[in-house]
């Protein structure tokens, strides 16, 4: 099973808008609404964001949402603020019954 | 409240076997999706293994047949027998609970596995 794929990074200013994407195949991303994004700080354990490509677990500001098209998800932060500034790594359920994850982006706050 | 204490990692030489551990609390562990995913330094998140509640289990190609995952019903603790170790097994190992097969809902701290001589 490949990694799905993520930019290396992405960047935006407070108070603005950023996306990030995370493209797999039709055996991932693109057969099933069961993308997750997860974010990371330094040092830290991931924590979950977005699940089942859009929902939000309980606590998880609604400044993060998620949506899919065909084989590429994507998670939008709105309202930039400087604690968001982290690694954020998408995964997807797969037709072997497994996960698998991207390679991660690192997001910076300028 | 969920909680996940991973142990066990530590230095290890090429070729050796090492076996994590990770207690669980707040809920139980059978009842679950449990998994192992790594992280190499510098690198993004892999998943390693998973244990189903039914007690079969899955590997990913790059662990399969050296990798073992166990549970201990009553000790409610997550286990990962690692064996024949390479310098590419070196990563900080997290233990997680699988929200309904899809998602990982929780996350242990992690412990770091180095293999190197």
């Known amino acids: 099973q490949s990694a799905l794929t993520q930019p290396a990074s992405v960047s935006g200013s407070p108070g603005q808008s950023i996306t990030m994407s995370c493209t797999g195949t039709?055996?991932?991303?693109?057969?099933?609404?069961?993308v997750s994004w997860y974010q990371q700080h330094p040092g830290k354990a991931p924590k979950l964001m977005i699940y089942?490509?859009?929902k939000r677990p309980s606590g998880v500001s609604n400044r993060f949402s998620g949506s899919k098209s065909g084989n590429t998800a994507s998670l939008t932060i709105s309202g930039l603020q400087a604690e968001d500034e982290a690694d954020y790594h998408c995964?997807?359920?797969?037709?072997?019954?497994?996960?698998?994850f991207g390679g991660g982006t690192k997001l910076t706050v300028l | 409240e969920v909680q996940l204490v991973e142990s066990g990692g530590g230095l290890i030489q090429p070729g050796g076997s090492l076996r994590l551990s990770c207690a669980a609390s707040?809920?139980?562990?059978?009842?679950?999706?449990m998994s192992w995913v790594r992280q190499a330094p510098g690198k993004g998140l892999e998943w390693v293994s998973v244990?189903?509640?039914?007690?079969?289990?899955n590997y990913a190609d790059s662990v399969k047949g050296r990798f073992t995952i166990s549970r201990d019903n009553s000790k409610n603790t997550l286990y990962l027998q690692m064996n024949s170790l390479r310098a590419e097994d070196t990563a900080v190992y997290y233990c997680?609970?699988?929200?309904?097969?899809?998602?990982?809902?929780?996350w242990g701290q992690g412990t770091l596995v180095t293999v190197s001589s």
């Open positions: 997680a609970k699988v929200g309904w097969l899809r998602f990982i809902d929780y």
């Open positions: 707040g809920f139980t562990v059978s009842s679950n999706y």
């Open positions: 244990i189903y509640n039914d007690g079969s289990t």
């Open positions: 039709s055996s991932d991303v693109g057969g099933y609404n069961y």
């Open positions: 089942d490509v859009s």
């Open positions: 995964s997807s359920y797969t037709t072997s019954t497994t996960l698998v």
